[in-house]
C-alpha cells in the first residue's frame, strides 16, 4: 500500500458548545483518495467532500477524530480494520473540512 502523506489526529475536547481540537500526537503515514459514488451516498456524505483514507493497522484512531494533512482537515466518519492478510491496514471514511 502507498501511504505517500503523513496525517496528524487531533481529538475534540472540552464541553459543547466550547469543544475544540487538540492534538493526540500521534502521527501516521497514509493515503487519502476521493470517494467512489457508491461510497459516499452509502456514508451519508457529500459529493467532493467524502474521502477514503488507509492508516497502518493498530493506528490509535476513533470515529470523530479529525486528521490533518497539510492545511488540510478531515474528520472520520467510519473505520474498518483489515487486521489480516497481507497488508493488514484501517480503511477510514473521510469527510474533508
Not at 475544540?20 to 451519508?44: D, L
Not at 470515529?63 to 483489515?82: C, H, M, N, P, W
Request: charged residues 20%; glycine residues 12%; contains cysteine.
Amino acid at each position: 500500500m502507498f501511504l505517500d502523506k503523513t496525517a496528524s489526529v487531533e481529538r475534540k475536547t472540552g464541553d459543547t458548545p466550547t469543544q475544540t481540537w487538540a492534538a493526540t500526537g500521534n502521527s501516521y503515514k497514509c493515503n487519502i483518495q476521493p470517494a467512489s459514488a457508491e461510497a459516499t451516498v452509502m456514508s451519508g456524505g457529500e459529493f467532493a467532500k467524502t474521502f477514503v483514507g488507509f492508516l497502518p493497522s493498530g493506528a490509535a484512531v476513533q470515529k470523530g477524530d479529525r486528521l490533518r494533512v497539510g492545511a488540510q482537515s478531515y474528520t472520520i466518519r467510519g473505520i474498518e480494520d483489515f487486521d489480516w492478510g497481507l497488508i493488514p491496514h484501517l480503511r477510514i471514511t473521510l469527510i474533508g473540512e
